[in-house]
Nanobody
Framework: VQLQASGGGLVQAGGSLRLSCTAS????????MAWYRQTPGKLRELVAT???????DYNGSVKGRFTISRDNAKNTVYLQMSRLKPEDTAVYYC??????????????WGQGTQVTVSS
């Protein structure tokens, strides 16, 4: 599966951005997807997940500000980011993995997209 992410950019604190990730394949509706982010010198951090049945979950630091969603007709998963903070600055990656119970196992990675939030 190939993943193509887009939508990053520079935004002022308090602003919004929407990231998109389009996946290859004919069974996108069964994919379990996630967004991660990474800053230099730190481990990649799980931001949000969405199951094939549209159940979502979020890292506590973004809960209430970010929304993950999917459009199965377009093979695309989105990350709507609102009320952005400078600490949200990172390279954001989409991922196709799978759940076992409540744990998400990452699989295929897309290329990252840079999000920079200025103060």
């Amino acid at each position: 599966v190939q993943l193509q992410a887009s939508g990053g950019g520079l935004v002022q604190a308090g602003g919004s951005l929407r990231l998109s990730c389009t996946a290859s394949g004919n069974t996108f509706s069964t994919y379990e997807m996630a967004w991660y982010r990474q800053t230099p010198g730190k481990l990649r951090e799980l931001v949000a997940t969405i199951r094939d049945v549209d159940i979502t979950d979020y890292n506590g630091s973004v809960k209430g500000r970010f929304t993950i969603s999917r459009d199965n007709a377009k093979n695309t998963v989105y990350l709507q980011m609102s009320r952005l903070k400078p600490e949200d600055t990172a390279v954001y990656y989409c991922n196709k993995g799978f759940f076992r119970g409540d744990y998400y196992y990452p699989g295929n990675w897309g290329q990252g997209t840079q999000v920079t939030v200025s103060s």
